[in-house]
């Protein structure tokens, strides 16, 4: 039977995800009653990280341990990827100590690398190109308040057209929705992954470069911050291109009265979002940073067959 692997958010079929969130949503009241629940005693699993983490690393390894099995962190210094060991060497090696490999590297083609060569499941923990777990956490926040009615939902997305965005576009090209992503010219998502999502006619995909007209109305105002991590010493020159974009009063009020501001965290406050908009009762993000530990271990007993 061939290893099923969480490299992107489209390696889910629709129905698939949907069965995710209601496993979630059960492992969440689980998860909060502490209830005894062991799918994985015996097992272990290793996390690499090539990048920092605090969520990631912490909502895995607590995930994990909760369901009866141990994680393993790996440093970037410990694996030294691409020059001490090849991604591919390293996932044929680690296959054979683990059952399951959670990864967060600079390079999609890593992670690629990891896919192809991994004998048990691999879950892309970020890379420069996406972030799967983040975003079907997301769509998992906004599915708990407002279950399966994704196509009239507007998704608006403001800020540097990043691995998140990505993420996102990839989504809407197997569930229907609007979205928008609004950026400074230069700064847009991927261009192959627009034309992939739209030649699939599911969702309305929309790129701007003008705040005020694409939040118009929208469900959720999402952001994050305007360098990612590999970028940081561009962090100067960004803030003032990025200035127009930031999620503050003005920007908000043209949105839904009820709409939902989220952001993957962590957040630079005062630059990409103010701490009103962030520290509102708009504002969910913490409700999506638990939301990462539920959705992954949905997905961890997912991949192994675990349901
Ligand atoms: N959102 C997220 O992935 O956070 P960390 O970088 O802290 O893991
Ligand atoms: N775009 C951000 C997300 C962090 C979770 C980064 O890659 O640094």
């Known amino acids: 039977m061939s290893v099923k692997h969480c490299i992107k958010v489209d390696d889910f079929s629709s129905s698939e995800i949907l069965d995710l969130f209601h496993l ?4 969440k009241l689980k998860y909060r009653k502490k209830e005894n629940y062991q799918p994985f005693k015996n097992h272990s699993m290793a996390m690499i990280f090539a990048k920092p983490s605090a969520r990631t690393r912490v909502s895995f390894e607590t995930g994990f341990a909760w369901m009866g099995g141990h994680a393993i962190y790996l ?3 410990d694996i030294g990827l691409g020059t001490r060991e090849s991604a591919s060497d390293l996932a044929q090696l680690l296959s054979r100590y683990n059952d399951m490999i959670m990864a967060r590297v600079f390079s999609h083609s890593d992670m ?5 060569h991994a004998t048990v499941p691999v879950i892309n923990g970020l890379t420069d190109y996406n972030h799967p777990c983040q975003i079907l956490t997301d769509m998992f926040t906004i599915w708990e308040q407002k279950k399966d009615s994704f196509q009239d939902l507007k998704i608006v997305y403001v800020g540097d057209g990043n691995n998140i965005v990505n993420s996102w576009i990839r989504l809407a090209s197997i569930l229907p929705f609007e979205f928008t992503c609004i950026c400074p010219e230069g ?5 192959d992954t627009i034309t992939y999502a739209k030649s699939k006619s599911l969702s309305t995909i929309n790129i701007s470069n003008f705040p005020e007209d694409g939040v118009k109305d929208a469900d959720v105002i999402y952001t994050d911050v305007w360098a990612s991590m590999g970028q940081k010493e561009e962090t100067n020159k960004r803030m003032k291109i990025f200035s127009p974009y930031q999620v503050n009063r003005e920007l ?3 949105a839904k009265d009820n709409y939902m501001f989220m952001h993957c965290l962590p957040a630079e406050r005062g630059r990409e979002v103010t701490d009103e908009i962030i520290d509102s009762s708009n504002s969910v993000v913490f409700e999506q940073a638990e939301n990462r530990l539920h959705t992954q271990n949905a ?6 067959n675990k349901a």
Do not use: G, T
Request: hydrophobic residues 45%; proline residues 8%.
């Open 299 to 304: 997905i961890m007993v997912s991949l192994a």
């Open 24 to 27: 979630a949503s059960e492992l």
């Open 252 to 254: 908000v009020n043209h």
């Open 75 to 77: 440093a970037p210094q």
């Open 187 to 191: 700064y847009e998502p991927d261009a």
């Open 112 to 116: 690629l690398e990891f896919e192809r």
